[in-house]
């Protein structure tokens, strides 16, 4: 019998999914359950909630005291809305110059404030953040330079915040054209695996839609859905999915869309219920697995022609 020492060391990857604040609890929780069941991580990449919780990973910031942060935090740090100039500048400049309601500076304050490092050059592992240059319409996946000013630029929602401006280039929300952007590392980074955590929320019909728009933030629900409109090519309905690559290197892609209590934007109060059943549902999907993920993929073959593996459908 081959011994711990003998086996080949797997190359293993994540990429966090965009999904607004009960994103950022969600995926917190994900990394909380990856941790405890002791799953090392070579490579992150993430879009909008996701890049802000892969950026802090990254950095090498110690998970529980980001997840005790989030414990606390109130909308005001990341949010700070200037209803009185918006409605100015729409009423009495035609909108001239307003590109958002909300500046970035608070949330990238907020990012700096919880990064152990300051550029994606000094990460603990490789980070790559995804954006949409507002100018060209394509996406752009950062990878290098100031860290938290390109996860803040991910996370930009159009309207709600103003985009964010690099290199002479405006960025904004990356979940408008990619919502988990598993091409920037999976054959970059050579993976076996890469595990995709998936939480944008889903569209509902039209009853679904109707009973929203009656409570608070009807506007930033409406955008959500037209956001999150999106079906990736990996998602199977099922708590826990294998696909391959497409990209042809052979990598095991293993997709998990847990389950969650909703968290209208940009209320935090329900954040640690979100993180917890993240955190439960991640280590529900793996831990029958978790040998074959951290030693042999080759043991997932039988399993990546599945659409999905009996582990807990959503209702």
């Given at each position: ?27 917190t ?36 005291k ?51 490092v ?23 996946v ?26 002479g ?17 999976c ?18 019909g ?54 969650l ?6 209320l ?30 080759r ?8 659409s ?8």
């Open positions: 019998m081959r011994s711990e020492r003998d086996r080949p060391r797997v190359r293993l990857g994540i990429v966090l999914s965009s999904g607004g604040v009960r994103g950022v609890y969600a995926h929780g994900f990394l909380l359950a990856l941790r405890e069941m002791g799953v090392e991580v070579d490579a992150v990449a993430g879009c909008s909630a996701g890049a802000v919780v892969g950026g802090v990973f990254a950095s090498g910031t110690d998970l529980q980001w997840a005790d942060t989030l414990a606390t935090v109130q909308p005001r740090q990341f949010w700070q809305p200037r209803w009185l100039h918006f409605l100015w500048s729409m009423l009495f400049r035609q909108g001239r110059a307003c590109t958002g309601i909300a500046s970035t500076e608070p949330a990238r304050n907020f990012c700096r404030e919880n990064l152990s300051r550029r994606f050059e000094d990460c603990q592992r490789p980070f790559h953040a995804l954006a949409i240059n507002i100018a060209t319409g394509r996406k752009k950062f990878s290098s330079g100031d860290l938290a000013t390109s996860m803040v630029a991910s996370g930009a929602i159009p309207l709600l915040y103003q985009p964010v401006e690099i290199d280039e405006l960025y904004c929300d990356g979940a408008l054209i990619d919502l988990a952007p598993t091409d920037a590392i054959c970059q980074h050579e993976l076996d695996v890469l595990i995709v955590h998936h939480v944008a929320q889903r569209a509902g039209t009853a679904s839609l109707k009973q929203a728009i009656q409570g608070r933030w009807a506007m930033i629900e409406i955008l959500n859905r037209l956001l999150y409109q999106q079906r990736p090519w990996y998602l199977s309905d099922d708590l826990l999915a294998f696909r391959r690559c497409p990209c042809g290197c052979g990598a095991i892609v293993v997709v998990v869309e847990p389950d209590p909703e968290l209208s934007w940009p935090t109060h329900r954040g640690p219920e979100v993180m917890a059943a993240a955190r439960l549902q991640a280590r529900r999907a793996l831990e029958p697995h978790l040998e074959a993920l951290c030693h042999d993929p043991r997932l073959d039988d399993k990546v022609e599945e999905s593996v009996g582990v807990g459908s959503k209702p």
